[in-house]
């Protein structure tokens, strides 16, 4: 059995045993091709493999420059990989298990403003050329903003889930985990005008003999649906359009917004993780740092020698 069928062999368990998402499933093979082909030129392979070739690798990595993340996901991806190998009976032992690798580093993420993130809405909708393009864009800032989703959990949405006025989104996120998030008046507005206008196209394309895309946001690629790559894009021209700096602005960043306004107005931190899709708080504790401002408000507006001072 060569390299690339073992890697193979791991990828399809993966995806069909946890559900693994296609980007997790390509990091995945990126990663396990990049070490296999550092075992050929050390005349080691996944089967003859010890643990101080994969101690080398990581250091060569480091000495290479790559991230703390990108190495920590490295190690995590080679360690699952050979513990799938000993499951499969192809290894008695596994090299990696002992191996401890860089944490990966919380930094604080990127995040707008309340008053940036209506700045975004409002040119979304503004900066539309068409009124397709008006209802689409105004939908899917409305739904992102109100949801904190993944962009490619928005992107991927089914038009059914929309279907009745919904004041609830049922979102299909990592590993296939389903999860409730509500949708704000402003969102189930939006919402309730994007499927409108869909209704009316679909009714004419089915008149038409066409086929009636399953999407909420669809398009004519080959995924069916808008991608992620396209509403990056979006954003950023919106960014630049509202004289907000395009480096501070992704889908990404939006989702953060989400999180760090809800937790700044009183959200728990449980509902916040539950709402966002994080399967350990520990993820969703990045934004407590907005506490800080909130805690020392807290102390200087009602300590009584705070008043008397």
């Known amino acids: 059995?060569?390299?690339?069928?073992?890697?193979?062999?791991?990828?399809?368990?993966?995806s069909a045993e946890e559900g693994a998402a296609k980007n997790t499933?390509?990091?995945?093979?990126?990663?396990?091709?990049?070490?296999?082909?550092?075992?050929?030129?050390?005349?080691?392979?996944?089967l003859s493999a010890q643990m101080g070739v994969i101690e080398r690798y990581i250091v060569m990595l480091d000495d290479g420059g790559l991230?703390?993340?990108?190495?920590?996901?490295?190690?995590?991806?080679i360690k699952q990989f050979y513990r799938f190998c000993v499951e499969e009976g192809w290894r008695v032992d596994n090299p990696a298990i002992q191996i401890s690798g860089p944490s990966r580093k919380k930094s604080l993420p990127k995040t707008l403003s309340v008053e940036q993130v209506e700045a975004l809405l409002s040119t979304s909708v503004s900066s539309a050329k068409t009124h397709e393009d008006r209802l689409?864009?105004?939908?899917?800032?409305?739904?992102?903003?109100?949801?904190?989703?993944?962009?490619?959990?928005?992107?991927?949405?089914?038009?059914?889930?929309?279907?009745?006025?919904?004041?609830?989104?049922?979102?299909?996120?990592?590993?296939?985990?389903?999860?409730?998030?509500?949708?704000?008046?402003?969102?189930?507005?939006?919402l309730k005008d994007w499927l409108a206008f869909r209704d009316q196209?679909?009714?004419?394309?089915?008149?038409?003999?066409?086929?009636?895309?399953?999407y909420l946001f669809p398009s004519r690629g080959k995924l069916g649906h808008l991608t992620r790559h396209w509403f990056?894009?979006?954003?950023?021209?919106?960014?630049?359009?509202?004289?907000?700096?395009?480096?501070?602005?992704?889908?990404?960043?939006?989702?953060?917004?989400?999180?760090?306004?809800?937790?700044?107005?009183?959200?728990d931190l449980r509902v916040i993780q539950t709402l966002l899709g994080h399967a350990d708080v520990?993820?969703?504790?990045?934004?407590?740092?907005?506490?800080e401002d909130r805690l020392r408000d807290l102390v200087l507006d009602h300590h009584p020698l705070a008043r008397r001072s």
């Not at 394309?205 to 399953?214: F, I, N, Q, T, W």
């Not at 520990?282 to 506490?291: F, K, N």
Request: proline share 6%; glycine share 4%.
């Open 201 to 214: 196209e679909n009714d004419a394309l089915k008149s038409d003999g066409l086929a009636v895309s399953p």
């Open 232 to 267: 990056y894009q979006k954003i950023k021209d919106w960014a630049i359009l509202s004289g907000i700096s395009p480096d501070l602005v992704t889908p990404h960043t939006i989702r953060h917004a989400f999180a760090t306004h809800l937790l700044a107005n009183g959200a």
């Open 25 to 46: 499933i390509d990091a995945y093979a990126r990663d396990l091709v990049d070490f296999q082909e550092y075992l050929a030129e050390h005349s080691s392979d996944f």
């Open 67 to 77: 991230s703390r993340a990108t190495r920590a996901r490295r190690l995590s991806a």
């Open 282 to 291: 520990s993820t969703t504790e990045i934004y407590t740092h907005v506490l």
């Open 1 to 14: 059995m060569t390299p690339n069928v073992q890697i193979q062999a791991f990828l399809q368990a993966k």
């Open 136 to 190: 689409r864009q105004n939908c899917l800032m409305q739904i992102l903003y109100a949801t904190g989703m993944r962009v490619s959990e928005l992107m991927s949405l089914p038009l059914s889930v929309a279907r009745g006025h919904p004041q609830f989104l049922l979102i299909r996120g990592k590993g296939g985990k389903e999860r409730i998030v509500p949708l704000s008046p402003p969102a189930q507005d939006a």
